[in-house]
């Protein structure tokens, strides 16, 4: 073995350790800068807050998101109203507002997005905006997205990936048309009209999507006509509340769903009973 000689040294660690600290140096560097674009970036986007808290609306100018923030606490209010309950929502709406593109017309002008995350659940609204937008149909899109924090609000455990369940399009139409300051004449003007009264499970499974104009104005006036059936059954305030609470898990029989939450439906009466509603609708 060779002896060492006096004051020599078997490695030279200077200059290893400024490279080190080069190194150490330029990705911090880097890091950073990162950081300082992306928080930039982030600080861009502005936002507004709906006085509840429960609606982030993001995009648009400070006009557009303050009159969206006032369609979604009104919304809410006239569906907190004929559920006769207060407001306990738990998990905040993100709503997206983003200009039409002229190159894509085609492109829907709402997009409900909901998921669950390891945070928990997460639910956005994409709103597409212009001069000639629908407020009705925005209305309509709104109160789907609170009916469907509304129906997981206690559901905390649901897996992720899992499909999610909406309303169904007759309860949201029905309760647009139960809210204050609507034309409810016209639609009652539609089912006298009618040369029929629709059945009451053909009617539960009806995709107003497939239909005609005319069909799709038949079938709000028939929500109509369920949802003012309902809330002035006994004790039908709480009951549909109580329905919308379980819809999570609905089964394959809407009618039967139905029944659960509103006893005094049961059996073959129910539709004897919504044809008296139509006829007398009619009638009136």
């Given at each position: 073995?060779?002896?060492?000689?006096?004051?020599?040294?078997?490695?030279?660690?200077q200059?290893?350790?400024?490279?080190?600290?080069?190194?150490?140096f330029?990705?911090?560097?880097?890091?950073?800068?990162?950081?300082?674009?992306?928080?930039?970036a982030?600080?861009?986007?502005e936002r507004?807050?709906?006085?509840?808290?429960?609606f982030?609306?993001?995009?648009?100018?400070?006009?557009?998101?303050?009159?969206?923030?006032?369609?979604?606490?009104?919304?809410?209010?006239?569906?907190?109203?004929v559920?006769?309950?207060?407001?306990?929502?738990?998990?905040?709406?993100?709503?997206?507002?983003?200009?039409?593109?002229?190159?894509?017309?085609?492109?829907?002008?709402?997009?409900?997005?909901?998921?669950?995350?390891?945070?928990?659940?997460k639910?956005?609204?994409?709103?597409?905006i212009?001069?000639?937008?629908?407020?009705?149909?925005?209305?309509?899109?709104?109160?789907?997205?609170?009916?469907?924090?509304?129906?997981?609000?206690?559901?905390?455990?649901?897996?992720?990936?899992?499909?999610?369940?909406?309303?169904?399009?007759?309860?949201?139409?029905?309760?647009?048309?139960?809210?204050?300051?609507?034309?409810?004449?016209?639609?009652?003007?539609?089912?006298?009209?009618?040369?029929?009264?629709?059945?009451?499970?053909?009617?539960?499974?009806?995709?107003?999507?497939?239909?005609?104009?005319?069909?799709?104005?038949?079938?709000?006036?028939?929500?109509?006509?369920?949802?003012?059936?309902?809330v002035?059954?006994?004790?039908?305030?709480?009951?549909?509340?109580?329905?919308?609470?379980?819809?999570?898990?609905?089964?394959?029989?809407?009618?039967?769903?139905?029944?659960?939450?509103?006893?005094?439906?049961?059996?073959?009466?129910?539709?004897?009973?919504?044809?008296?509603?139509?006829?007398?609708?009619?009638?009136?």
């Amino acid at each position: 073995m060779l002896a060492k000689p006096p004051g020599a040294q078997l490695f030279c660690p200077q200059p290893v350790v400024k490279i080190k600290i080069l190194r150490i140096f330029t990705v911090t560097f880097f890091a950073l800068s990162i950081f300082a674009l992306e928080s930039g970036a982030a600080a861009s986007i502005e936002r507004s807050v709906s006085p509840s808290g429960q609606f982030v609306i993001y995009g648009g100018d400070a006009a557009w998101r303050g009159a969206v923030s006032a369609l979604a606490e009104r919304t809410k209010a006239n569906l907190l109203a004929v559920l006769q309950r207060r407001d306990q929502w738990t998990t905040a709406a993100v709503i997206n507002l983003q200009p039409r593109a002229a190159n894509l017309p085609e492109n829907p002008t709402a997009a409900l997005r909901f998921s669950q995350t390891g945070s928990g659940l997460k639910l956005q609204l994409d709103l597409t905006i212009s001069g000639e937008m629908n407020l009705g149909a925005m209305e309509r899109e709104l109160l789907r997205m609170i009916l469907l924090e509304m129906i997981y609000r206690n559901q905390t455990a649901i897996p992720s990936g899992e499909a999610y369940v909406e309303a169904p399009d007759w309860l949201i139409e029905g309760l647009l048309a139960l809210t204050l300051h609507r034309d409810r004449l016209s639609l009652s003007n539609v089912l006298a009209v009618s040369e029929r009264i629709t059945p009451l499970d053909e009617f539960l499974s009806e995709r107003p999507e497939l239909l005609d104009s005319a069909g799709r104005l038949l079938y709000r006036a028939n929500s109509f006509a369920l949802v003012q059936l309902l809330v002035e059954s006994a004790d039908g305030h709480a009951r549909l509340g109580r329905y919308i609470d379980n819809l999570a898990f609905p089964s394959n029989n809407p009618r039967a769903d139905l029944q659960a939450a509103f006893p005094q439906f049961a059996g073959n009466d129910f539709g004897n009973i919504w044809k008296s509603q139509i006829a007398n609708m009619k009638s009136s």
